[in-house]
């Protein structure tokens, strides 16, 4: 069993940037690709970003890349989310999930993710 606990939301003016943080219990953490994903009111969750459990690998959903980057340590037990040039269609509740089946990136959807966070709000104003 994991726990994941995100931090780092907050109200942010569009153009700046923001570094979410996403907290994991429990010892197989490393063994765990991770994710990112967002839902704006009204809308369905949708990927953000993912990375493998060695780090090596990452991927991005096409909109965002270039703007965003995910970044984990496994030795702290937690994947980051840097969000750089901010927009107010960023605004979103951001959880981060885990896919306990592998270690490789393989799921792009959140059918594929076992555990999830409860969440953070990030509010971009314009």
């Known amino acids: 069993q994991v726990q994941l606990v995100e931090s780092g939301g907050g109200l942010v003016q569009a153009g700046g940037s923001l570094r979410l943080s996403c907290a994991a219990s429990g010892r197989t953490f490393s063994s765990y690709a991770m994710g990112w994903f967002r839902q704006a009111p009204g809308k369905e969750r949708e990927f953000v970003a993912a990375i493998s459990a060695s780090g090596f690998t990452t991927y991005y959903a096409t909109s965002l890349k270039g703007r965003f980057t995910i970044s984990r340590d496994n030795a702290k037990n937690a994947v980051y989310l840097q969000m750089n040039s901010l927009k107010p269609e960023d605004t979103a509740v951001y959880y981060c999930?885990?896919?306990?089946?592998?270690?490789?990136?393989?799921?792009?959807?959140?059918?594929?993710?076992?555990?999830w966070g409860q969440g953070t709000q990030v509010t971009v104003s314009s």
């Open positions: 999930a885990a896919d306990r089946e592998h270690t490789r990136v393989v799921h792009f959807t959140d059918l594929g993710y076992n555990y």
